[in-house]
């Protein structure tokens, strides 16, 4: 069945994504310390798989009548009366390439592309222009999706953008020639990819939880290939596996699952999109935090030496 559009909870379910993907940043300057951006990416990876299986394998143990409710709504696709617990192999045979070809975007190309351009620009550059993912979201909506744009969503969008090129800029236009063009192209391109996966998804009627775990399923043939062609470059060094789990718990499987619940919920994207540029503000507040508590410990370690 079509889940019931309900803005304020999927407002307040984008809020809590947004405050769990700013964490993330910490992890994955832990990880690039000692490892590439390679080596994060598969195994935050199969770190993410894992975790998503277990999320289904547990929604399925507590509702085991409901355990994959909501899959098909499609008249071409409908399950039958006798066929209430389909399994994956199931599900997946329905749609085979649509699961295939999310594997692919998510999680394989998004981050190969996304690291990739922060191995070449600064992060200050860097971030910002992902962040545009979201303004090229509520955009595809429209013709993807038919949702409307009213016109406090265009001037939100307008002034999120103006907000992202002083960002960059500085509005000090000619530093913009100091720039890896490739890095900002694919920086730019990752947008395109993180917006196009999220519509794709929205057409899909599966429940969020069997969705994102079966792209992510899908994506270990590829995980393999690349692991074996670089095991030679991995170190696996113990904070780079410890912050790659954490990636892979908070940013590629349970913001996943309840940013794509979101979605669903929603009726204006582009007013859920835009919470994402709370993520800067969010990261600079527990930067802060942790920043003054580490100062305010080691004070009082200095104090009681004297």
């Given at each position: 069945?079509?889940?019931?559009?309900?803005?304020?909870?999927?407002?307040?379910?984008?809020?809590?994504?947004?405050?769990?993907?700013?964490?993330?940043?910490?992890?994955?300057?832990?990880?690039?310390?000692?490892?590439?951006?390679?080596?994060?990416?598969?195994?935050?990876?199969?770190?993410?798989a894992v975790i998503l299986v277990m999320i289904y394998?547990?929604?399925?143990?507590?509702?085991?009548?409901?355990?994959?409710?909501?899959?098909?709504?499609?008249?071409?696709?409908?399950?039958?009366?006798?066929?209430?617990?389909?399994?994956?192999?199931?599900?997946?045979?329905?749609?085979?390439?649509?699961?295939?070809?999310?594997?692919?975007?998510?999680?394989?190309?998004?981050?190969?592309?996304?690291?990739?351009?922060?191995?070449?620009?600064?992060?200050?550059?860097?971030q910002p222009i992902n962040y545009t993912w979201a303004?090229?979201?509520?955009?595809?909506?429209?013709?993807?999706?038919?949702?409307?744009?009213?016109?406090?969503?265009?001037?939100?969008?307008?002034?999120?953008?103006?907000?992202?090129?002083?960002?960059?800029?500085?509005?000090?236009?000619?530093?913009?020639?100091?720039?890896?063009?490739?890095?900002?192209?694919?920086?730019?391109?990752?947008?395109?990819?993180?917006?196009?996966?999220?519509?794709?998804?929205?057409?899909?009627?599966?429940?969020?939880?069997?969705?994102?775990?079966?792209?992510?399923?899908?994506?270990?043939?590829?995980?393999?290939?690349?692991?074996?062609?670089?095991?030679?470059?991995?170190?696996?060094?113990?904070?780079?596996?410890?912050?790659?789990?954490?990636?892979?718990?908070?940013?590629?499987?349970?913001?996943?699952?309840?940013?794509?619940?979101?979605?669903?919920?929603?009726?204006?994207?582009?007013?859920?999109?835009?919470?994402?540029?709370?993520?800067?503000?969010?990261?600079?507040?527990?930067?802060t935090y942790f920043l003054v508590k580490k100062s305010?410990?080691?004070?009082?370690?200095?104090?009681?030496?004297?």
């Amino acid at each position: 069945m079509e889940p019931v559009k309900d803005q304020k909870l999927a407002f307040k379910i984008a809020l809590f994504v947004v405050l769990l993907w700013s964490t993330v940043g910490t992890a994955v300057k832990l990880a690039l310390q000692f490892s590439s951006y390679i080596e994060v990416v598969i195994l935050a990876s199969f770190s993410s798989a894992v975790i998503l299986v277990m999320i289904y394998l547990f929604q399925n143990y507590n509702q085991p009548t409901k355990a994959a409710t909501d899959i098909f709504d499609d008249t071409s696709n409908k399950i039958k009366d006798n066929d209430k617990t389909p399994s994956l192999v199931t599900i997946f045979k329905r749609s085979p390439a649509f699961y295939l070809l999310c594997g692919f975007l998510n999680p394989i190309l998004y981050y190969l592309v996304l690291f990739a351009a922060y191995e070449r620009l600064p992060a200050q550059i860097a971030q910002p222009i992902n962040y545009t993912w979201a303004i090229v979201l509520s955009l595809l909506a429209v013709p993807f999706l038919k949702h409307k744009l009213s016109l406090g969503d265009i001037l939100g969008l307008v002034i999120c953008y103006f907000g992202v090129v002083i960002l960059v800029s500085g509005l000090d236009f000619r530093t913009g020639l100091m720039f890896d063009l490739a890095g900002v192209l694919l920086a730019i391109l990752s947008t395109l990819i993180w917006a196009f996966y999220w519509i794709v998804n929205v057409r899909n009627s599966a429940s969020p939880t069997t969705s994102v775990m079966l792209n992510f399923l899908c994506s270990i043939p590829w995980l393999v290939i690349m692991s074996v062609y670089y095991w030679q470059d991995f170190t696996f060094h113990p904070q780079t596996i410890a912050a790659s789990i954490y990636i892979g718990l908070v940013e590629m499987s349970v913001a996943f699952v309840l940013w794509l619940k979101a979605m669903q919920l929603a009726k204006s994207t582009a007013q859920i999109s835009v919470l994402i540029y709370l993520s800067p503000f969010y990261l600079w507040f527990f930067s802060t935090y942790f920043l003054v508590k580490k100062s305010i410990f080691r004070l009082s370690l200095h104090l009681l030496s004297l």
